[in-house]
């Protein structure tokens, strides 16, 4: 048996008082291909972040390195010890050439000796067997797929132990693929530790010697490849048990009151079709990067559409802004509280009438700070949002009242059509609950509701109905209460 | 407890102030313990210019011989609307006798300076002049149209008396530019009949420019001997070009800049003087005319010499403009003792 | 109440503390004669700092106030200069003022290229034109009547601090009252936010430079007036001055908070120190030192208010 490189024993990891990782173990060994497996919001990204020493574990957590215990590991350190990481964005420098790239975290000095580091990013290079490289290129000029090759020549010229690759087929084309696979071998050759994630299970069996399965946090189970296949694979990784209690409506759909055709925007999504019934939630899911989110700041007038219709209650639609969409009764709630939702420096009530300021003007048409106040205390007692503060900066609330907060925001705005994106994502098991509650009384009283969702638990619990997106396009649409999760990950995300 | 957390810091802020004020005050005003016959204010309109601080020396000390504190005061960085608002804060103070103002143009000052002299204070103008309805006097060095003049006899000392010469002016188009230049050129005519004109170029304030027809002239006249500049700007830049023509020796700049900028070519031996005036002399001369005035003195009799004591030559031109007429020239041996 | 203006009455605390202590060290400093100077001395940077605070509210900066002021004042004095109409002279530079505004607006609104970029761009335009019309000259002799704007006084207050008091409450109502007000303070906190609120970040912005060129034509006006002479860079030490008097008054540099009432009371406390110190026979570069650690002392204090 080979030598174990990595051992993480009893990790644990709390974010606000939230536990994103529980009591995990893990080993690598040398000369290893890992698969990390697992839904969005499992983990994964958290446990390599603090391999990575990017994010710092609990306390009781213990984590050893060939035979060395670590403690609070800083991601230099990690580098100097052999951990590399390859993010999906792979954090290169486009404007900068393919040597400067590959040498950037290796330079010693203040000088920059440019023969020195042409040799030493070809002699990189060549080590993965891509020798007809013009090292002085730019980043930007070459493919998705040079630049991973790029990013996985500069963790060899950190005389790294470990990669850590999360998606690192994303983009990359089916040779590309077959190139990633070959330098793959070719690293465990060199007694280089791989830790593979990836949402594409067939990949993962083609590469790995063993398989994790993360699920909510914590780890199912550590296998050798072959005594896993897909099936049991998938169950392990949504679980039997379904963690939402499902809230539909009672059969009774109304009238189609919202419509899409033939919706296109070039590259990012083709040929979208679906339309939403009153007193339904229509539930939309995917893998990161189908596309969803765009699909619907299309609908909600933020990018231009290529192509393509929308209808309310029979009547065609155009959606000029996000203004517009507002006017007409289209509401986007976005997935990115912080950076798309939320004005975290004002306060909750700034925030909460932001889209409806034309509803607290008093007779002079200016601003009534009391209107203001009486129609954000409405939301803030009936979201029961806390704390009861109006002033409060919304910062410093906690992720669940946030998101309330962004609800009334958008209830304020009295939609006709609510489309809204991943609104759990980081928010405690109460509120989630709460949310949901919220988009289901909205359903019934009339409101459209479209939930976009990664989370597959959540949107066949929630959902009347489902769609499946892939790669900008629908693939599957199935009634919510008449499929599995294991199902629609078998015909949706797998493909 | 906040509240007092918040009220004694901004009390240490201030304390913090005051000491700062307090100490900066301390250096100017310091050696005016002895009787003082009156206070006239010395204002620029930019502290920390060198011309400008030679000048409040010279100021100041004009003023302790003749038993006047002197107080300087200008904006920190060049701005007029700023000068204004000394003044006016000057008035509001009600200390001061006179003012003494240099002035960034002829009129944006004028409004503020008559308020000054409605309040009863003396104004002198030095430097740049403002209109006559601002200031009681102006304190002149000359009628800077004939300065030119001293710039010839400046070409005879440094080359004699005859040979052949260039005017590099910073404009053809202004009207006292051409005076000045007409002026030098009657003035040399007469005085010195051997001395050869060969051209007038404009070089628009441009060294650049400058040191290219520097270049010209020196290629296209090979027995030219002086360039005369009437441009700051022009000065250095021939010096430059007689320095990288291989001509030291041959051909001198003459012209009038102040020290700091003559040093290079007075050590390439490009040039052998400037000539141009003391500030510190003349505003002097201003605080002097203001200390009369408060002593009641008025000079409006009649055109002609006055007595202005340190100032020999002083003459009044006009109702309401006196000239004290000495130049200075700057050489190899003195210009290090001049700062500006 | 008190809480919610807290910063305003530290301000405000401190310029009492201030007029308390200039006038015990100089008996010039609390006469009436006084007290109108520093209100008429106050406000050309007043109203050009109402204007750079609203840009910082709104996530930018306007480097071109001061080249704007310049370029106001020339032209005025230049259509008094040849005997045209006051009002409507006055009113043509308010034109020019608004089209500068909006091509500023334009370019960081809609052409979304940054504001600091844009300003100093047209700024060295707005300057060069100014330098064009006026030859790089002073322009004197104004027509006396034009004197009202910086020289007049109604009863014992100063014609231009009537100007300002205008100025203030207009822009007090607008950026707390309006929707527009609302929108800059929103878009300055965070635009892609505002962008997913649904605002216009665009026209609102835009809406923001031109307000700053409405303030920067009203500094020109009384600056113009009160030297009775048009200068093309009478404007120029005005544009970090009123950078660091709205920062100094509250106004968040990184966007989306303060309020202009503090930034015109911050303005108040570098007029009160300017003209105590000078009444007080300090030099200038003590005003200077001073100003700064003000200024710095004020900011830390802020820092340790907000991390308590």
Partial sequence: ?495 | MKKIKSIISILLVLALMFSIGGCAKDSTTDQTETEVKGKIAFVTFSAGVPYFEVGAAGAIEAGEALGYEVVYKGPAEADSAAEIQIINDLISQGEVDAIVAACMDSSSIVPSLKKAREAGIKVVTWDLDCEPEGRDYYAGLMDLVILGNAWVDSMVRSIGDSGQYAIIAATLTNEFMSSRIENMKEYAAEKYPDLELVTVESCDADPQKAYQISKDLITTYPDLKCIATISTEAFGSAAKAIEDEGKIGEIYVVGGITPSLAKSSFESGAALESVLWDPGKWAGFAVTIAAQLVEGKTYNTELGKVDIPGYPEAELVSADTLYYYELLTFTPDNVDQYDF | MIKKYGNEMTLLLLIIILVLIFSIFSSNFFKLGNITQISAQMVELSLLTLGMSVCIISGGFDLSIGAMTGLGSVSLAMLLKTGMNMWSSILLVLLLLLICGLLNGSLIGFLRINPMLVTLGTSSLYTGLALVFSRGTAISNLPEQFSMFGQYYVWIIPYQALILLIGLITSVILLNFTIWGRRVYLIGSNPDVARFAGINCGYNLMLVYVYSAVLAFLAALVLTSRVATGRADLGDTYVLQSVSAAVFGGVGISGGSGTVLGAVLGVTIFAIISNGFNMLDFSPYAQQIVIGCTLIAVLAYRMWLSTK
């Avoid at chain 1, 129609?375 to 998101?403: F, R, W």
């Avoid at chain 1, 309330?404 to 958008?410: E, G, H, Q």
């Avoid at chain 1, 919220?438 to 409101?447: C, F, N, P, Q, T």
């Fill in chain 1, 1 to 495: 048996m080979a030598k174990e490189i990595l051992r993480i024993h009893a990790l644990n990891k709390t974010y606000s008082g939230i536990k994103v990782l529980s009591d995990i173990d893990f080993s690598l060994q040398e000369g290893e291909v890992h698969g990390l497996v697992g839904e969005n919001g499992a983990g994964k990204t958290t446990l390599i972040k603090i391999i990575a020493g990017v994010e710092k574990p609990d306390d009781g957590t213990q984590m050893i390195m060939e035979g060395k215990q670590v403690h609070r590991l800083t991601p230099a350190q990690a580098i100097q010890m052999g951990i590399s990481v390859i993010y999906q964005d792979l954090s290169l420098f486009p404007n900068l050439s393919i040597a400067e790239n590959i040498c950037i975290g290796s330079l010693k000095g203040q000088i920059v000796n440019w023969g020195e580091m042409n040799t030493t990013a070809r002699a990189a290079l060549n080590e993965i067997g891509c020798t007809n490289i013009d090292v002085n290129t730019r980043l930007s000029e070459v493919s998705i797929g040079m630049q991973q090759i790029v990013a996985i020549a500069r963790a060899i010229t950190l005389k790294s132990r470990i990669i850590i690759m999360d998606e690192p087929t994303a983009s990359l084309s089916a040779s590309e693929v077959n190139m990633l696979y070959r330098i793959i071998h070719m690293l465990k050759k060199e007694d280089i530790s791989i830790i593979y994630i990836s949402h594409k299970l067939d990949e993962v069996f083609t590469i790995a010697d063993r398989i994790s399965i993360l699920r909510d946090g914590e780890m199912i189970a550590t296998r050798p490849v072959h005594e896993l296949d897909q099936q049991s694979l998938i169950s392990m990784m949504v679980g039997r048990e379904l963690r939402f209690l499902p809230m539909r409506n009672n059969g009774e759909v109304g009238e189609k009151i919202f419509e899409v055709r033939g919706l296109s925007k070039k590259p990012l999504f083709q040929d979208i079709s679906f339309s939403l019934y009153k007193y339904e939630i229509l539930g939309i899911t995917g893998l990161v990067g189908a596309k969803r989110s765009e699909m619907a700041q299309t609908l909600f007038g933020l990018l231009k559409a290529d192509k393509g219709s929308i209808f309310m209650n029979g009547r065609e639609i155009k959606v000029k802004s996000a203004a517009d969409a507002i006017s007409k009764g289209i509401c986007y709630l976005p997935e990115d509280r912080r950076g798309q939702g939320l004005f975290l420096q004002q306060s909750m009530v700034n925030n909460i009438t932001a889209t409806a300021l034309d509803k607290v003007l008093n007779r002079f048409k200016l601003i009534s700070a009391k209107k203001e106040l009486s129609s954000a205390e409405v939301y803030i007692g009936n979201l029961n949002i806390k704390p009861k503060i109006p002033e409060i900066k919304v910062e410093y609330m906690s992720g669940g009242n946030q998101q309330k907060v962004l609800f009334s925001r958008w209830l304020n705005a009295e939609p006709q059509i609510l489309i809204a994106d991943e609104p759990t994502s980081g928010v405690d098991v109460g509120a989630k609950a709460e949310i949901h509650r919220l988009l289901r009384e909205l359903a019934e009283s009339g409101v459209g509701v479209i939930l976009i969702s990664s989370d597959l638990s959540e949107a066949l619990a929630i959902s009347d109905r489902i769609i499946i997106m892939r790669n900008g396009q629908i693939v599957h649409e199935v009634r919510a209460d008449s499929t599995t999760q294991e199902d629609v990950i078998q015909k949706g995300l797998m493909g």
